[in-house]
């Protein structure tokens, strides 16, 4: 019985110390993304200098309207998938739980004829 609860509890370490490495790289990407991103704006916003005539203050008025709401839904999608990979990542842990009361319940049945 101990060889395999101690097999099952090494395969679940091994897979949750996966998911929280998977949902720390997906949390760390999306803050490095949307950091790179505003930084890409502010860049466009400099480079752009003083604008002279109507069309190109209207034209760079779009386009950090434009900016401003393509980075907004992008951090309202990646929030979205870290929740969802918060929740798998809760899912998973609770079945490998009910996974290794499921071994440990077989392991000591099929020991139970040998103890007689």
Do not use: Y
Not at 20 to 47: C, D
Not at 61 to 74: G, I, P, V
Request: hydrophobic letters at 40%; charged letters at 30%; aromatic letters at 14%.
């Amino acid at each position: 019985m101990d060889k395999g609860i101690e097999f099952f509890d090494a395969w679940a370490k091994s897979q949750k110390e996966f998911l929280e490495a998977s949902l720390k790289s997906q949390e760390e990407f999306r803050a490095h993304w949307l950091e790179s991103m505003k930084g890409m704006q502010e860049f466009f916003l400099k480079t752009a200098g003083p604008s002279e005539t109507p069309q190109s203050k209207e034209m760079l008025n779009f386009f950090n309207s434009w900016f401003s709401t393509m980075l907004k839904s992008s951090e309202i999608f990646s929030d979205e998938a870290v929740k969802i990979q918060k929740t798998w990542k809760t899912a998973l842990e609770h079945q490998m739980e009910m996974s290794r009361e499921l071994v440990k319940n077989f392991s000591n049945f099929f020991q139970q004829p040998e103890n007689k």
